[in-house]
């Protein structure tokens, strides 16, 4: 009985840490508070050019040159904004599982992580509904093919990112 007991409870625990990993509060969270003000001209012009899930405008299909990063883990980087409509549901941005090992994000301050959170935040007063963020993306190598996938309720969609190099 007590053999039996021991693999219960160790199946419960098992089940509870697989939950606690996956759970929104272990992600990384951007802050509301680091929506940065783009200048006035910049924000004038600006529109969504490529939109998921109807909620966030993400990067271009193709970013050009990578730099240094000064890091070893993640010795490449490119900046690339972020921006997500203002007032919508969580938004929640993976590197694709197979990609974890060779790619990384940050936005808004975060350091690089493998998924990061934006929570819901009231519109800044630059673009028209639309919060801004920093941050880009950290490489192990100088160019690649990054997959994200981005989360928003119960949908989803990933998209492809030339970060260094055009992607087929």
Do not use: E, H
């Not at 160790?10 to 951007?30: D, E």
């Not at 996938?149 to 087929?168: D, E, H, I, L, Q």
């Amino acid at each position: 009985m007590r053999a039996s007991f021991r693999v219960v409870l160790a199946a419960a625990l098992a089940v509870a840490c697989l939950v606690v990993a996956g759970s929104p509060a272990s992600i990384p969270t951007v802050g509301c508070s680091s929506i940065i003000d783009p200048d006035f001209d910049s924000a004038r012009d600006w529109r969504p050019t490529r939109v998921v899930l109807g909620v966030v405008d993400v990067p271009p299909v193709y970013i050009s040159q990578t730099g240094s990063s000064g890091g070893s883990r993640w010795p490449y980087w490119i900046k690339s904004g972020m921006v997500v409509r203002a007032d919508s549901q969580p938004v929640v941005v993976s590197v694709a599982p197979r990609w974890r090992s060779r790619a990384a994000i940050a936005w808004g301050g975060t350091s690089p992580s493998t998924s990061l959170r934006f929570p819901t935040c009231t519109a800044s007063s630059t673009l028209d509904g639309w919060n801004p963020w920093a941050g880009g993306f950290y490489l192990r190598t100088r160019a690649a093919c990054v997959p994200l996938t981005f989360s928003v309720g119960n949908r989803s969609a990933t998209v492809r990112f030339g970060v260094g190099k055009r992607c087929g």
